[in-house]
């Protein structure tokens, strides 16, 4: 089954591609590697949440949150390579979180990225994971992943 396959079965519509807050491309390619920017919890421009992981949202949200940050990154990905097909795995996801001061539940929101790279890629979205607190994001997002990909060669 195709990723595009799998991605109409789960009922997943995957948002438009960010655009870069700065001086930077979404997506690098190297060789057969994708190193894809960090992405926020927004919709088509709209931050879909905001705030503290911990204080103004709960673990839920934030969870919630991190899968619409992976989306954004599946999202930059398809504009670049025109196929979700050509990912051949998800290495690396770098997660993090806009953390209320003491919150330490990073990875359970982190598994919100992780969790939807799974169920659309199977075995090929098992990646390593970086989970980070921060005490600020980008325009308030409480969550931001940045993912490296391998390509089928």
């Known amino acids: 089954m195709s990723v595009e396959e799998r991605l109409r079965e789960l009922g997943?519509?995957?948002p438009p591609?960010?655009?870069p807050l700065g001086a930077?491309?979404?997506t690098v390619q190297v060789d057969d590697l994708v190193f894809v920017a960090g992405m926020k919890a927004s919709i088509?421009?709209?931050m879909k949440f905001r705030g503290k992981v911990g204080s103004?949202?709960?673990v839920e949200e934030g969870y919630e949150a991190a899968k619409i940050c992976a989306l954004n990154c599946?999202?930059?990905?398809?504009?670049a390579l025109g196929s979700l097909d050509k990912v051949e795995r998800i290495?690396?996801?770098f997660g993090f979180v806009n953390s209320a001061e003491g919150f330490n539940q990073q990875p359970k929101v982190l598994n919100g990225a992780s969790d939807i790279l799974l169920k659309i890629f199977g075995e090929k979205g098992q990646h390593a994971r970086i989970a980070v607190g921060s005490n600020e994001l980008p325009e308030d997002s409480p969550v931001e992943?940045?993912?490296i990909v391998k390509l089928k060669t």
């Open 145 to 147: 992943v940045a993912m």
């Open 91 to 93: 290495i690396q996801v």
């Open 24 to 26: 930077y491309v979404p």
């Open 17 to 19: 591609p960010p655009k």
């Open 44 to 46: 088509g421009g709209e």
């Open 12 to 14: 997943i519509e995957l």
């Open 74 to 79: 599946l999202s930059a990905l398809k504009e």
């Open 56 to 58: 103004d949202l709960t």
